[in-house]
């Protein structure tokens, strides 16, 4: 693959950019966004309750309710989930409690189970918070069409619901880009960023979509705002690496390349642009010493396999041959593992009977 046609393959990889009617989301974010609650009572809430007999509180309904509050508040959900069934099977009817579980079950993206509880809730009660709720669980699932039905029901309730605005309105850009409705895309982050100006999430997806514009400078800014307004966000580094790169300062780009990588090893597409880029330009240390650091101390097995390609492409067979018996140690049955320990083993004795 030419230097040229891989640039193109890794933006659009990194950013899941796909040609309109992609089954693929653009988002730069993965998981959605949820309602917040007070939190003013959380340490003493948390404190006082009981875990060591959870199954001994007062059957009746106003002390599940409480106690389920307390729990869903403070993200305690496997508990929650217990007093939630408890109460349910006495009132399986209960909206409240219903809502409570269909929400826990869409922030662990059970998002099957929470569409089929919102959708039996909307049948009798049409609120914007089943809608916002329905809304980011078909997102997530990546059912756009009706992902966009219920953001904009959820859309014509905002003002008395403001807080849903910004995740709203970017994900509905979210969608347009990914159908390719980019003039659309740019008009609703644009709304998102009247209510959130400073978000690096949205300067990331702003970025994302000068990229399919072609707008090669201004996503180059856009990716710059993010990290001035949160250094640690590793996809806006990996964008600005291959902006930096596209207009020639390949050191600036490694630097970026680099610090996206070292904030995030689980980046895999920065990790595999590095990779790509360290063939390329002839500099493996970097990459070789990250690799080898996350497959001994996260049991990395991908990060593993890379590391793998980049030494037998630097004609390391040595250290390929003995890596590559530490992968077939953890996937024994992995018949491509011992096809390439095979291929391996000649190359390596190619170089040996060279010498």
């Known amino acids: 693959m030419s230097e040229a ?63 389920i509050e307390i729990l869903y508040k ?48 909307r049948s009798k009660y049409d609120t914007h918070e089943i809608n916002f709720l329905l809304a980011e669980n078909y997102y997530f699932q990546q059912q756009d069409h009706l992902s966009l039905d219920h953001y904009f029901q959820a859309i014509e309730t905002l003002a008395e619901n403001p807080e849903n605005a910004f995740q709203i309105y970017k994900n509905i850009g979210n969608i347009y880009v990914k159908s390719g409705h980019f003039d659309k895309a740019e008009e609703f982050y644009g709304w998102a960023e009247e209510v959130e100006r400073n978000s690096d999430v949205l300067a990331v997806n702003f970025g994302t979509l ?29 964008g600005l690496a291959l902006m930096n790169r596209e207009y020639g300062d390949f050191e600036l780009s490694w630097a970026n390349l680099k610090m996206a990588v070292e904030l995030n090893i689980e980046n895999q597409s920065a990790v595999e642009l590095a990779v790509e880029w360290a063939k390329i330009d002839n500099k493996k240390e970097f990459i070789i010493d990250i690799l080898r650091k996350s497959f001994l101390e996260k049991n990395h097995f991908k990060q593993g396999l890379l590391l793998l390609h980049l030494y037998v492409h630097f004609h390391e067979f040595k250290n390929a041959l003995g890596l590559v018996n530490e992968l077939i140690d953890k996937k ?24």
């Open 5 to 67: 046609s891989l640039e193109k393959f890794v933006l659009k990889k990194e950013f899941n950019i796909k040609e309109p009617q992609s089954e693929k989301r653009i988002s730069s974010d993965d998981r959605p966004l949820f309602i917040s609650y007070p939190n003013e009572y959380k340490d003493k809430a948390i404190q006082e309750f009981d875990r060591d007999h959870i199954e001994d509180i007062q059957n009746s309904y106003e002390a599940l309710s409480q106690n």
């Open 74 to 121: 403070n993200n305690e959900y496997a508990l929650c989930l217990v007093l939630i069934e408890q109460l349910l099977g006495s009132y399986p009817q209960d909206f409240s409690t219903s809502l409570i579980k269909a929400k826990i079950l869409t922030s662990t993206l059970d998002t099957r189970s929470a569409v089929e509880i919102l959708e039996g809730l």
């Open 210 to 238: 000068m990229v399919q514009k072609n707008e090669y400078e201004q996503a180059r800014e856009y990716f710059k705002r993010a990290i001035t307004i949160n250094p640690a966000n590793d996809k806006a580094w990996t």
């Open 332 to 355: 024994p049955q992995d018949a491509n593992l011992m096809k390439m320990k095979e291929n391996i083993q000649l190359m390596y004795q190619g170089v040996q009977v060279s010498k």
